[in-house]
């Protein structure tokens, strides 16, 4: 399993920003399909984001679609999430995952993805 450390989450403002980042342990980055996702109080964790392995495909959940944006440095074994327009209901633990499946379009379930990172708060005040 690779290891994944998530960072820059935090209060933001209704209408601002914040961007995410997931450092990952393996120098085999590049082999794994990445996804983010979150978990808000009381709900189940769902899916936001997923990235292809070389960065050249994406997909989102039609919540954050045209907000958000995953993108990826495999040259620092990174994984980004780029939010954009927040709106309350973006508040949750937001989590970065790795997959082996290949095709980053059907892999959006969370028993697709077998390492977690531990996760990191994101509160957006309206």
């Known amino acids: 399993q690779v290891q994944l450390v998530e960072s820059g989450g935090g209060l933001a403002q209704t209408g601002g920003s914040l961007r995410l980042s997931c450092a990952a342990s393996?120098?085999?980055?590049?082999?794994?399909?990445m996804g983010w996702f979150r978990q808000a109080p009381g709900k189940e964790r769902e899916f936001v984001a997923a990235?292809?392995?070389?960065?050249?495909?994406?997909n989102y959940a039609d919540s954050v679609k045209g907000r958000f944006t995953v993108s990826r440095d495999n040259a620092k074994n990174t994984v980004y999430l780029q939010m954009n327009s927040l709106k309350p209901e973006d508040t949750a633990v937001y989590y970065c995952?790795?997959?082996?499946?290949?095709?980053?379009?059907?892999?959006?379930?969370?028993?697709?993805?077998?390492?977690w990172g531990q996760g990191i708060q994101v509160t957006v005040s309206s």
């Open positions: 393996e120098r085999t980055f590049s082999s794994y399909t």
């Open positions: 990235i292809s392995r070389n960065g050249g495909d994406t």
């Open positions: 995952a790795a997959s082996r499946r290949l095709y980053v379009g059907t892999t959006w379930r969370t028993g697709d993805y077998g390492s």
